[in-house]
């Protein structure tokens, strides 16, 4: 059964860094293409970066030039290096296998809080 573990989510002041971690149980993981997402209060859930099996990647608008995602095959982790953090970056992050939808599984998320 999969299970997806997010970690490293904190508070920081605006302009700092973080750097999250998605650690993946399961074979599937090498295979698939994992994208890390966030919901803010009130608002749903949005795609912020994705990383093919291979290691190309893909970032929104909002975070482009920003953050990093990253992964490692043989951990089975996927991270996200966040960069320049601002208070609208503030949500819980969220990784999964690209294309999941709201009733999917989930892991529980780590929570960001970027101060002003």
């Known amino acids: 059964q999969v299970q997806l573990v997010e970690s490293g989510g904190g508070l920081v002041q605006a302009g700092g860094s973080l750097r999250l971690s998605c650690a993946a149980s399961?074979?599937?993981?090498?295979?698939?293409?994992m994208g890390w997402y966030r919901q803010a209060p009130g608002k749903q859930r949005e795609l912020v970066a994705t990383?093919?099996?291979?290691?190309?990647?893909n970032y929104a608008d909002f975070v482009k030039g920003r953050f990093t995602v990253s992964r490692d095959n043989a951990k089975k982790t996927v991270y996200l290096q966040m960069n320049s953090l601002k208070p609208e970056d503030t949500a819980v992050y969220y990784c999964n296998v690209l294309g999941k939808g709201p009733n999917d599984y989930w892991g529980q998320g780590t929570q960001v809080t970027v101060s002003s």
């Open positions: 399961g074979s599937f993981f090498s295979f698939k293409p």
């Open positions: 990383i093919t099996s291979s290691g190309s990647t």
